[in-house]
């Protein structure tokens, strides 16, 4: 983890004398955050571009994902990976590629957020076959709103409702979440979110009732890279984490 965040340290140094500061973290920013941690925000990629994300988890697991910007309202994208394929172990696949599709449905103003709607069938964390689910449940159904405001750099807020298909541990609630961001000078941003985890919380689910607390941090490199490093369940709802979960991302997202 020391090694981690000596490069990403490293990569903020760098990106302070870099000629781009494209990327989706820090005040000069020119790229919509998409997602918080684990939970979506209203941003989008815009039209004519892709992106790459790599999410590097425990267990030596790697998570894939590729998205394309349709329309600057509407993106779509597939992810894949598996737990073990980093190490000597034999490999633990997902069971099925993930699939998402984000509309966003009303533009933010002075006023009134962005709202957008989609569907995402990628769970974060590994997959676990005996439960049919993934770690931390995909978010399925969802709806979220994003607020951005002028402070000190820029201050985000947001929350949505989501409703997951993974129901096969006998618990088949909806979801609330919420979460802020806010910028740190020109290339960094740190993140807090909080997934009520109300459709983690019966049968054989495997939260305690807490919900998941998430914390993050993130440095446009530039040229439309953002590294990331998470610390996940800091509230300890599934057990067994000392600080947390740490977990490491990187965004690459380009025009066509």
């Known amino acids: 983890m020391k090694v981690i965040v000596a490069v990403m340290l490293a990569s903020a140094l760098v990106a302070q004398n870099a000629s781009s500061t494209e990327g989706s973290a820090g005040s000069e920013s020119t790229l919509e955050p998409r997602y918080l941690i684990d939970m979506p925000t209203a941003g989008m990629l815009s039209k004519g571009s892709f992106s790459l994300d790599i999410d590097f988890y425990q267990e030596g697991g790697v998570l894939l994902a590729l998205g394309v910007g349709i329309i600057d309202r509407l993106s779509i994208g597939i992810s894949y990976g598996g737990s073990k ?32 709607i989609g569907f995402d069938s990628q769970g974060k964390d590994g997959y676990l076959r005996s439960l049919d689910r993934y770690k931390i449940k995909s978010p399925g159904l969802y709806a979220v709103a994003s607020k951005n405001y002028l402070l000190a750099g820029y201050f985000s807020i947001h929350g949505g409702i989501n409703y997951s298909f993974e129901r096969a541990d006998g618990d088949k ?38 919900g998941y607390l998430n914390a993050g941090l993130k ?5 439309g890279l953002t590294l990331g490093v998470n610390l996940k369940d800091l509230a300890k709802n599934a057990g067994n984490v000392s600080v947390g979960n740490r977990t490491v991302r990187i965004e690459y997202v380009k025009p066509f």
């Open 85 to 116: 394929l980093i190490g000597s172990e034999s490999p633990v696949m997902n069971d099925l590629p993930g699939a998402n599709v984000k509309l966003r449905i009303i533009e933010e103003s002075i006023i009134f957020p962005a709202i957008a």
């Open 173 to 210: 609630d909806a979801n609330v979440f919420a979460g802020v961001e806010k910028t740190i000078g020109p290339f960094v941003s740190i993140m807090m979110e909080y997934n009520l985890a109300s459709n983690d919380s019966d049968g054989r689910s495997l939260g305690r009732g807490r």
């Open 219 to 223: 440095w446009s490199i530039g040229g």
